[in-house]
């Protein structure tokens, strides 16, 4: 061991002569630790908060679709369609979405909507249905060979829709089939008339406005033709993503006017979002850590004046400023790792039981019980070098001083 790590180490432990050395040193440590491990649990309880999201986002949009580079409707063609299951050689299924914004009624209650017309296979297969309010977590689009047609849940409390009532929900659109003025402003309206199946439940955007019908009420809603789309969404059975050569391999078999887009790509404001939010608790955080740390300059300066006989012994003995200007930085460093441990086991150890058992539940009635934690080891390596390097510069610039004062003394 070198001499200047065992003295450090030496000063760390030993009791001083004034007691109030030990307490600034105590609490310069303490304060490290809270900082720590309230850093670790804060970004974990973000990352859960962030894996519902990005479920619910999975659930709504598919992990690739094909949409136009311009973002109008497209003729989706069923050779398109053949092409793009046989690349998937079995392991997924396409969908066709066709979406648009309608004006829609129920009873005396009238709303914007988005209106999401939605295909057999969709129907049947999409995630969606598992925040439905039907019995069996279904998407009812078809009940008897009737059309049905599912509400997002704010849209439906807004408007006063209850899948239990009779009353149908009306959509309208201007029509583009209408060329005569004569009829009036109704002959330029169309229309359809459909009945409430269930409720969905997915994220605030989502149930503010939504409507999920089937694809052709929709395309005769809105005079569209026959395998006009919006949107090709593609799914894989087991729910994973597409490899970057699987996307190219997509991107392959479209013309010019076509691109894919990623779950990322599609909600890209809503992930930079995320990220900017975990961003900017960080900064807070280490902040708010960066300034208990500086409680290490007062143990320092008071460590220094009460080691003067000690420096001028070791100065005595040969010891160069640096020398000396180093075990006072490492002991400085030092108190701060023995704080940044001790947070890194509390924060862990909090977020890892509060991730498997639940122990802080949610306040309110939320459809969590207890706040969501994902402990992951970028966050605890970040909060390591992070707060590590914070107590080895606010260290180091204390000592610079201090060698300063001594080589002053010597002269």
Partial sequence: MKVNLFIALRYLFAKKSHNVINVISAISAAGIAIGTAALILILSVCNGFDSIIEANLSDTDAPLSVVSRDGSRFTSSPSLLEALEETMEGRGYVCGVLQENVFASYADAQSLAVAIGVDSTYEALSPLGKHSSSPDGALILH???????CVGSGLARSMGINPRFLEKLKLHFPSSKSTVPLAGAAGMISGTKLGVSSIISVSAAFDASSVVLPIRELRNLLGAEEGSVTRLELRKYDGSDFTNKERKAI????????????????????????????????????????????????????????????????????????????IFTLEGWMISLLGL????????????????????????????????????????????????????????????GLSQENSSGKR
């Avoid at 009940?143 to 047609?149: A, I, M, R, T």
Wanted: glycine share 8%; net charge neutral.
């Fill in 251 to 326: 991107e392959a078999l479209l013309d010019g006017s076509l691109k894919t887009l990623d779950r990322k790509e599609a909600n890209s404001s809503v992930y930079t979002m995320m990220k900017m939010e975990k961003f900017s608790i960080y900064l807070i955080i280490i902040f708010a850590v960066s300034i208990i740390a500086f409680n290490i300059f007062g143990t320092l300066s008071m460590l220094h004046v009460e080691k003067g006989e000690d420096i001028k012994m070791l100065s005595a003995f040969g010891a160069t400023d640096r020398t000396i200007r180093s």
């Fill in 143 to 149: 009940d008897g060979g009737l059309p049905k047609c």
């Fill in 341 to 400: 441990c001790v947070g890194l086991v509390a924060g862990c150890t909090l977020a890892a039981l509060q991730q498997h058992f639940g122990l802080v539940k949610m306040p309110g009635n939320f459809l969590l019980e207890a706040y969501p934690v994902i402990l992951q080891w970028q966050d605890v390596l970040l909060s390591l070098l992070t707060i590590g390097l914070i107590g080895l510069l606010i260290a180091t610039l204390s000592t610079r």
